[in-house]
């Protein structure tokens, strides 16, 4: 059973998490103090329970808490070796935990414990980040919150932090929390209720004090023929851009992608101020970690040409990574990790809006909403004094620290097809929805394209969330659909690694029966559908530089001739060569392309349910509802195909075991030798 103190953080958490005036995604920490019994002892003893390292508040839950026996936590004063080594202070709250001790406590629980009250809060609110960043941040606590908030000049968290925020709220019983220079605010109270109150209070205060004494126009006057394009040509734009930013911002590690032109970016790259404020940098630890020191910024208007500003950002590119290796170069010592790459992870485009990269969608999304915090921060500090975030030197102490690179190194080993993104076509049943939920099992992002868009949505539903799968609503034989489609994908995931041509649709009928209808409605489907989105694909894919896959479902049919299929077959071998053809045109781009021959995947198939099934049946002679046993009999293996062994043949051919192959057809049909290549 959970105990009442723990109960009652976990919700007040989730209050506050859930607020985006209050904490950004994963930020800060709450605790309370309280007791429990000892099971070796039967005796009550004080714990604490404090977020865990790395949890977010909104969605915490009694397994994200950490639980420390108050006693020993506070005991460990007397052998705190001083600020230089309070780094050592994280491997002794290991001495510390109550049984097993919950998740893995964060460097912030000092502050937590030290502080004598029951209840804790240490947040990351815009309007309270604004006070920290200003550069007459202490004047203006007290001008803003009396003595009831004190000021703490910036400290890098840990044990002289928890220490000093300890021995201020002792000297001033007055106070109900603090402005930490730099960072965030805390807050306190004897219960839960009142350490919430006060959190509300002081991030309350800062707002209405921003809003009745800022300045106007804290971001400066609107830049001539800086204003957002109309929103077709932005996104327009975007999705012309996405690949080669992508493909930059992968350059040492592959990376997702996310895009926004929400109103408070456009308007930010628009203001005269912009570039200055940018090239300072953010400040709040969990704003820079997510986005590295600074963000890389196009110099140029929208209404610029596309060539001149891709050319532009591959100048801006190097020049970016020559100063952050030169940031890495002044800061670092023997102790300090291996640099993690130049590339940025934030693009500002003025009138487009804000590309953010990261290793899935979760993270590359999440970067981006913490620079957005970060333009709220910068206009407040702008609105009440100047913008003054911490030093470089304190910020690559935070980047590099040692700490932060063990939580790093403690993260789960990706999976085989992180990073990549993939478009499925005719993904909405069959054997599309089983690629495409082996693909993001497999830690793909995916893309759902489909004729109904309705059976699309829900199909990506069910995979997952929308940093997983996204459906979208795409006719293969449409040029300007296929081309929405590919655009859907580079503006949801960054860019696209990998495509899967499997719509299709097939009728049943002799030579003499099938009509020209019949002939170009297959062809235009499978032949020129699968040529269409390939095309659409490979812009994408060569402007990336990044390599990736091309792969047809193509079929048994494609080299076995049997009765009453002229159309369908004959689309199949077109689709087959189209593999061939592709194969040796893309290879100099490190694209493979590959198909794959099904035959007789007749459970959950679109295809047999249409009708197809009903008349393969009637021409083997056998009952449609018998139709896959018929299939599996004349198989060599005597197994029924199923959309899954379609799948999993299409994760074999993307994973790196297979790097070196590309122009193969391989047979997933339980043997049929008359379908042998040869």
Known sequence: MTNPAAAELIARSNRLGSDP?????????????????????????????????????????????????????RALTSVYPGVDREDEMVAAFDYTLHGKG????????????????????????????????SADGE????????????????????WQLGLDIAAIKEANPAAIGCILGGHGITAW??????????????????????????????????????????SDQRLSRAAALAPTLRG????????????????????????????????????????????????????????????????????LHNEYRADYQAYYDRNATAASPAIRGADPLVVLVPGVGMFSYGANKQTARVASEFYI??????????????????????????????????????????????????????????????????????????????LDLEKAKAAAAEIGNTDVAIGVQSNVTDELQVQAAVDAAVLAFGGLDLVVNNAGLSLSKSLLETTVADWDLQHDVMAKGSFLVSRAAAKVLIDQKLGGDIIYI???????????????????????????LLAAELGEYGVKVNGINPDGVVRGSGIFAGGWGAKRAAVYGVDEQDLGKYYAQRTLLKREVLPENVANAVFVLCTSDLSHTTGLHIPVDAGVAAAFLR
């Open 21 to 73: 005036r209050v904490t950004n995604y994963a930020g800060g920490n709450t605790s309370a103090k309280g007791t429990d019994v000892d099971p070796a002892t039967g005796e009550p003893v004080e714990l604490l329970w404090v977020k865990g390292s790395g949890g977010d508040l909104g969605t915490l839950t009694e397994p994200g808490l950490a639980v420390l026996r108050l006693d020993r936590l």
């Open 102 to 133: 919950g998740a893995a406590p964060s460097i912030d629980t000092a502050m937590h414990a030290l502080v004598d009250a029951a209840h804790v809060d240490h947040l990351h609110p815009d309007s309270g980040i604004a006070f920290a960043t």
């Open 139 to 158: 004047e203006l606590t007290a001008k803003a919150f009396g003595e009831k908030v004190v000021w703490v000049p910036w400290r890098r968290p840990g």
């Open 189 to 230: 109270g004897d219960t839960s209720a009142e350490a919430e109150a006060n959190s509300l209070w002081i991030i309350d205060t800062a707002e209405t004090f921003i809003r009745e004494n800022g300045r106007a126009d804290p971001l400066g006057t609107i830049m001539e023929g800086y204003g957002a394009l109309p």
């Open 248 to 315: 930059l911002a992968s350059t040492d590690r592959a990376q997702v992608g996310h895009f926004t032109d929400a109103p408070v970016v456009l308007d930010f790259l628009a203001s005269s101020e912009s570039p200055r404020l940018v090239a300072l940098g953010t400040s709040c630890p969990d704003h820079f970690l997510r986005t590295k020191v600074k963000p890389m910024l196009l110099d140029l208007p929208p209404t610029a040409s596309l060539d001149a500003q891709l050319a532009r950002l591959h100048e």
């Open 373 to 450: 915090n970060a333009i709220n921060v910068m206009r407040g500090a702008e609105a009440i004094s100047t913008y003054a975030p911490i030093d470089e030197a304190e910020k690559f102490r935070i980047e590099y620290w040692a700490l932060e690179e063990a939580k790093l190194q403690r993260m789960p080993r990706a999976k085989p097809l992180a990073t990549r993104v993939a478009l499925v076509t005719g993904a909405a049943s069959g054997i599309g929805k089983a690629i495409a939920t082996r693909l993001a099992a497999e830690g793909a992002c995916v893309v759902i394209a489909d």
């Open 554 to 580: 193509s079929s048994k049919n494609s080299v076995f001739a049997g009765p009453n299929n002229i159309a369908y077959s004959a689309t199949k071998a077109d689709q087959a060569h189209q593999v061939r």
